[in-house]
């Protein structure tokens, strides 16, 4: 399988400002990564494809402009939460897919919004 | 649409005992895959088995194998010889090849305790 890593593994902010969460595959390069949330006690709830070189694809109701999401390179994916607010708060989860279908997690990133 | 079903909420089984996950699915497709991965207190996703519905043989990793029932579209998750590290939230999910992205489409999770 492969190795993935996320940064920081927790973040506390204050309301209102800008959070960026970092997503490497450490092993292989990964064309496609995928971002998850996931509430207490829940599901993961798919956020947001990212494709290597090209803009991600969002799923429906997820805010583009609120959740950014950059691939710059084979092995980093960042999402970046403008302007969180207490609703904001959750586990973030990143995914890498290799050359098969099958998907390999990070940690994830505990995000508390003051 | 596509969709994933863990009936069971919550399960206990004792130590060194076997006990069985359920999942149901339900898909057009024809070529899919199957997945449980389990989460454990720490949150960190760990891929459990996989099963490629076009092969009729079920699927099996040390004390973990999947009844696979094409047909009836289940994809059940036995573990033998509980431990007491298996517990954990399990999850089933399932993708598909026609999509081109292989998004997974998870079930709601089934929360395991192993009791000493």
């Known amino acids: 399988g492969a190795v993935v890593s996320q940064h920081p593994s927790w973040v506390i902010c204050k309301s209102g400002t800008s959070v960026k969460i970092e997503c490497r595959s450490l092993?292989?390069?990964?064309?496609?990564m995928f971002w998850y949330r996931q509430f207490p006690k829940q599901s993961l709830m798919l956020m947001a494809t990212?494709?290597?070189?090209?803009?991600?694809?969002?799923e429906q109701g997820v805010e583009k402009d609120k959740f950014l999401i950059n691939h710059a390179s084979l092995t980093l994916s960042t999402l970046t939460v403008t302007s969180a607010h207490p609703e904001d708060s959750s586990f973030y989860i990143c995914?890498?897919?290799?050359?098969?279908?099958?998907?390999?997690f990070g940690p994830g990133t505990r995000l508390t919004v003051l | 649409a596509q969709t994933v079903t863990q009936s069971q909420p919550e399960m206990s089984v004792q130590e060194a005992e076997t006990v069985t996950l359920s999942c149901t699915y339900d898909t057009s497709e024809n070529n899919y895959y199957l997945f449980w991965y389990k989460q454990p207190p720490s949150r960190q996703m760990i891929l459990v088995i996989r099963?490629?519905?076009?092969?009729?043989q079920n699927a099996t990793e040390n004390r973990f194998s999947v009844n696979f029932q094409k047909a009836a579209k289940s994809f059940s998750l036995k573990i033998s010889d509980s431990q007491l590290g298996d517990t954990a939230m399990y999850f089933c999910a399932f993708t598909t090849t026609t999509s081109g992205t292989y998004k997974y489409i998870f079930g709601t999770g089934t929360r395991l305790k192993v009791l000493a």
């Open positions: 990212s494709n290597e070189g090209s803009k991600a694809t969002y």
């Open positions: 995914s890498v897919r290799l050359l098969t279908d099958t998907q390999y």
């Open positions: 092993d292989f390069q990964a064309t496609t």
């Open positions: 099963q490629e519905a076009y092969k009729q």
